[in-house]
């Protein structure tokens, strides 16, 4: 009888795990575009990569499916540190039941809110700390990710479009150039962009203008 109840209690142990390790993988799948677009460098990139494809005025070239699979495999890159501590401090003793699903998620938080608050400005972060009636934290584990996270938001918008500013300076240089020289020759009626469109490639060609564009975007991280 009591080898009876002892495999019924760890057939019941097992099955629990097992259902903790499911929720917790649904979870994950449910949360993982939020996580990914909100809580990671894909924002910023993605963003600054269509800003160079608008200041080309090349329409659709690089596809929608080339900039997201882009911007992901570099947000991969840039955060592997990030998910490599957050798999081996949280993830890994969780599955063991070393530790509990509190304390896992603690330890998840931690990483990406070293990484978010490495990007965030403090006026962002005052900003929602102030409406959400939260006393200042002393330290990053007294920081919320609920108000963290849309500070962090804030703040890579405002980089990715200084960053976008930037990236348009030249290419509207040569657009200037090209509809005074147009003007000069009486050819009001062809559009200026028809005419600056190559020179705008040649010109992102000449100066490796895609190496110069990931190598800021890593810099910036």
Do not use: C
Request: glycine letters at 2%; a negative charge; hydrophobic letters at 50%.
């Amino acid at each position: 009888m009591n080898d009876l109840l002892q495999a019924f209690s760890e057939s019941s142990g097992s099955n629990v795990s097992t259902s903790v390790k499911l929720m917790i993988l649904l979870t994950v799948m449910s949360l993982a575009p939020s996580i990914l677009i909100l809580m990671t460098s894909f924002t910023r990139i993605v963003i600054v990569l269509s800003f160079v494809r608008t200041s080309l005025a090349t329409q659709q070239m690089p596809p929608n499916q080339v900039i997201i699979g882009l911007a992901l495999f570099l947000t991969f890159f840039i955060m592997a540190p990030t998910f490599q501590e957050v798999n081996k401090e949280a993830l890994q003793p969780l599955f063991k039941e070393e530790i509990s699903l509190d304390e896992a998620y603690e330890k998840a938080s931690m990483p990406f809110k070293e990484f978010m608050s490495k990007h965030t400005r403090q006026s962002d972060l005052d900003l929602f700390i102030s409406y959400s009636g939260e006393k200042e934290p002393k330290s990053l584990e007294d920081l919320s990710l609920t108000t963290l996270v849309p500070a962090y938001t804030l703040s890579e918008l405002k980089t990715a479009f200084q960053m976008g500013f930037m990236i348009f300076i030249p290419f509207l240089v040569i657009d200037m150039i090209v509809a005074s020289v147009l003007m000069s020759m009486g050819m009001m009626m062809l559009p200026p962009v028809m005419i600056s469109l190559p020179f705008k490639i040649l010109l992102f060609v000449l100066v490796d203008g895609w190496y110069l564009v990931m190598k800021s975007l890593l810099d910036s991280f």
